[in-house]
């Protein structure tokens, strides 16, 4: 191994972060100074905490990886080929949880408005398919 990497993590606590978490997880990365920022707090809350901490950092590339380490240790199942071919890996990763443990999963399920925020996207996005192209189109010619 090159001498000169150096590998460090924190692992923050398991809940909605508040202003002394975050300014706690940025003295920490600030402290490390890291050129590479592996981000996996989960789909919408790490893409929110990259984009509002972006601006903090002197250095380094955030890279958000979501769950894909618990995979790797095969805390998640990879779904069965339907659901990934139809895109709904969300889905079954969804009834699984709700399987492994219902009741703190479906509380979740509830908080996050993760159903009502998937109908509305499914809903939506033929519409928007259909407006993107005609912009394509648009734009060609």
């Given at each position: 191994l090159n001498s000169s990497i150096k590998i460090s993590g924190y692992s923050p606590p398991f809940k909605e972060f508040?202003?002394?978490?975050?300014?706690?997880?940025?003295?920490?990365i600030k402290k490390a100074a890291p050129d590479i920022?592996?981000?996996?707090?989960g789909g919408w809350k790490q893409e929110k905490w990259m984009n509002h901490n972006i601006c903090n950092l002197d250095k380094g590339v955030m890279i958000g990886v979501g769950a894909a380490f618990r995979w790797l240790i095969g805390d998640i199942i990879t779904p069965p080929q339907i659901f990934q071919n139809m895109g709904f890996l969300w889905l079954f990763r969804?009834?699984?949880?709700?399987v492994k443990?219902?009741?703190t999963s479906l509380k979740e399920v509830?908080?996050?408005r993760q159903?009502?925020?998937?109908?509305i996207f499914m809903l939506h996005f033929p519409h928007e398919v259909?407006?993107?192209?005609k912009r394509l189109k648009l734009n060609m010619n």
């Open positions: 508040d202003d002394e978490d975050n300014e706690l997880i940025m003295k920490k920022i592996w981000v996996c707090f969804m009834i699984n949880d709700i443990k219902p009741i509830h908080r996050r159903l009502s925020s998937k109908l259909i407006m993107a192209r």
